[in-house]
């Protein structure tokens, strides 16, 4: 029991307390003691949703958010930290504002972070995805928002984008509101890789959720367009002086010439994503195929090369499906007559607040973002308690070993996903020993793909 303790940031009783405690705030609300107390709430449920999920335990926020249907009470908390950042943050950069501490306002930009890592937890059940209800047409709008800023970077704005840095280093490390501009372009790039995730699972789950998302999700925004776009554009790698970097783990990590063709996690995601969209029967009923989808859909053949196809085997069935595409005529534009329902939580939040925003911005830099010396000395205490991260590293799982010398291992078996190594050496040295086994526990998976 106390080993059980140990592991847990929550206890169960104390979760479903502070999951039920959860409420729909306003814009206005952001920054108050009220705001700061459901800041924390869900920052302590993401950390202890994070341990349950790594270390197979009972998944008990995630039921608890479940039953007492608290996933669109975190949806809207999300859209309204976004439309926040759009309209008051943006307010506060052309002030000039120069508060005594940038924490408060940081807090809030790592809010949405806190929400989505969250909601990334949760999401790869059915029973979490279904719960969202209509809210669920919101989130897929926020995922297309947040993709398309991906894709639409530019280079600059790319090098301008570092690993953003977590709320204790920002706690201990305070900057300048001039710093924090470029902080938020890294957490919003952190949120938006994130939100491929939550994409791929709604794509997952499309037969379980109400016939409008699956419309809005092929016709409305296309998202298979959308993602081959992401899969020729790659936002996640950078490349330059004959080095090769790659976003993972959020945090830009440079990668060894011998895995340069190996998937990321994220990398992985698009491809599940693209299948679910282009494969899955009811999506392959309601896509249109028009000249332009057909062509940019088929694009994607010229990435399916072998080297994918050994690390995910499923995609084969992927490719026999495009070749066979490629020869078919684009069949005549569908003129069905489709009542499409539309998502209402974020225009419900701007049409609240339309004409009020400057009022806001000036209303929040006095009551909330400039606080004093005392109030400050305050805050600190509170964040100290809240980002217990030393905690959460401490709890999580020991990083696997190698299988060959037992140093800690990054580099992991691409066929059969079990095996560790430190470095390719180890790898190689220990292929004639590994080789059956690998075979023997390949097979099952790719059977399961």
């Known amino acids: 029991m106390q080993a059980e303790q140990a592991t847990r940031v929550l206890m169960p009783v104390e979760a479903e307390a502070y999951v039920e405690a959860l409420g729909t705030l306003t814009i206005k609300d952001i920054g108050t003691d009220r705001w700061l107390k459901q800041h924390e709430y869900i920052e302590k449920l993401n950390m202890q949703a994070i341990i349950s999920a790594s270390t197979n335990e009972d998944e008990f926020v995630k039921e ?8 669109p009470v975190l949806i809207h908390e999300l859209l309204t930290v976004e439309v926040w950042t759009q309209k008051i943050f943006s307010l506060l950069v052309r002030m000039d504002f120069q508060p005594s501490s940038t924490i408060p306002v940081y807090t809030v930009l790592y809010h949405e972070a806190t929400i989505i890592n969250l909601l990334e937890t949760i999401m790869y059940h ?36 570092e690993t953003p840095p977590n709320i204790r280093e920002f706690v201990e490390h305070p900057t300048t509101f001039e710093d924090l501009k470029k902080q938020q372009r890294a957490l919003d790039f952190d949120v938006a890789v994130k939100a491929v995730t939550i994409l791929r699972y709604i794509t997952d789950h499309l037969d379980s959720l109400p016939l409008s998302t699956t419309h809005r999700l092929l016709n409305t925004h296309n998202i298979p367009i959308l993602l081959v776009q992401l899969v020729e554009n790659c936002p996640w790698t950078r490349e330059g002086a004959g080095r090769l970097r790659k976003y993972m783990d959020g945090k830009w990590q ?14 992985g995601q698009v491809w599940i994503a693209l299948y679910n969209v282009l494969m899955g029967p009811s999506c392959q009923q309601k896509y249109e195929y028009n000249d332009y989808n057909k062509n940019q859909v088929l694009k994607v053949r010229g990435y399916l090369h072998e080297v994918l196809l050994d690390q995910f085997p499923h995609l084969a069935e992927l490719q026999r499906y495009l070749e066979h595409l490629s020869m078919m005529e684009a069949p005549a534009a569908r003129k069905d007559l489709v009542l499409e329902q539309v998502p209402e939580v974020r225009e419900r939040i701007l049409q609240e607040n339309k004409g009020k925003w400057q009022a806001l911005a000036k209303h929040q830099v006095k009551t909330v973002f400039n606080p004093s010396t005392e109030q400050l000395k305050e805050l600190s205490k ?13 709890m999580l799982v020991d990083p696997p070993k190698c299988a060959v010398c037992g140093e800690p291992a990054s580099k992991r078996c691409s066929r059969c996903q079990n095996e560790w190594y430190c470095r390719r050496e180890c790898q190689v040295n220990h292929w004639p020993k590994h080789k059956k086994a690998c075979e023997l526990m390949a097979a099952p998976k790719s059977g399961q793909s």
């Open 254 to 267: 440079e990668v060894p010439p011998e895995d340069r063709m190996r998937l990321t996690k994220i990398e």
């Open 126 to 161: 059915k029973d979490t995805c279904e719960s969202a209800e209509d809210t669920m047409l919101d989130l897929l709008d926020y995922c297309y928002r947040k993709i398309v800023d991906l894709i639409a970077r530019s280079p600059e704005d790319e090098e301008d984008v």
């Open 64 to 71: 608890f958010l479940v039953s007492y249907d608290k996933i």
């Open 382 to 394: 509170r964040w100290a308690m809240t980002y217990n991260l030393d905690l959460l590293e401490s």
